[in-house]
């Protein structure tokens, strides 16, 4: 169960405070910075992503061939080398029905 919803997007969650996290989202509110950068985020989540490009912690490793990454999303996209797994392509035009794997893809089109 998701009680709590945006009232921008509608995208609900199972906690107040993690609405609250969602909300710089849409305010642009960019709260978290780098110490390092002075880079702005909108989240603790992506400042801690973000510091891994000073630091060159890459805690995300294959298990096939070792390669590291610093984002699980890239471990992700890197393991289909192996496997052959296509990425599904999510986006899909309404005039057209052609689907894309990224939404700036399918804007363009």
Do not use: M, W
């Not at 912690?57 to 296509?86: A, M, V």
């Amino acid at each position: 169960e998701k009680p709590f919803t945006c009232s921008d997007c509608g995208k609900s969650f199972r906690q107040a405070s993690t609405l609250a996290q969602h909300r710089p989202v849409h305010t642009g509110e960019k709260p978290y910075r780098c110490t390092t950068c002075d880079k702005s985020f909108s989240s603790s989540s992506n400042l801690s992503q973000h510091l891994r490009v000073h630091t060159g912690q890459k805690p995300f490793s294959c298990t096939i061939c070792e390669k590291s990454f610093t984002r699980k999303f890239d471990l992700i996209k890197h393991s289909r080398i192996h496997t052959g797994e296509q990425p599904e392509k999510t986006y899909v035009c309404p005039d057209c029905s052609r689907r894309f794997l990224h939404k700036s893809s399918l804007t363009q089109h």
